[in-house]
């Protein structure tokens, strides 16, 4: 069983940063590739990024290429998502997902109905 909480999520002007955190709890975090996801109104749930356990890959939409960074430490069983030049578009939910992977460690999650476990997610509003 793994426990996700996010948190990092706020108001911020259009060109602005924000880092999003995800604290997990449970043993088999260290065996789950994790994602980061959004959630715009009136839109599905959509991927933005996502590394593997071993923290040696990483993937990322093509709206979030270049801007966003995701990373993750094992040790303090996090998972951060960097997120740079905000824009408008960029306003939703966001919320941190992990996907059993038990015999790739280099697997990326990239769709929210393979995930396993969900935070209650964080609320990010990009201001023009």
């Known amino acids: 069983q793994v426990q996700l909480v996010e948190s990092g999520g706020g108001l911020v002007q259009a060109g602005g940063s924000l880092r999003l955190s995800c604290a997990a709890s449970?043993?088999?975090?260290?065996?789950?590739?994790m994602g980061w996801f959004r959630q715009a109104p009136g839109k599905e749930r959509e991927f933005v990024a996502g590394?593997?356990?071993?923290?040696?890959?990483?993937a990322y939409a093509d709206s979030v290429q270049g801007r966003f960074t995701i990373s993750r430490d094992n040790a303090k069983t996090t998972v951060l998502l960097l997120m740079n030049n905000l824009n408008t578009e960029d306003t939703g939910v966001y919320y941190c997902g992990a996907e059993r992977s038990l015999t790739d460690r280099d697997y990326v999650p990239r769709t929210p109905g393979g995930m396993n476990y969900w935070g209650k997610g964080t609320l990010v509003t990009v201001s023009s």
């Open positions: 449970g043993r088999t975090f260290r065996s789950c590739g």
């Open positions: 590394i593997s356990w071993s923290g040696g890959r990483t």
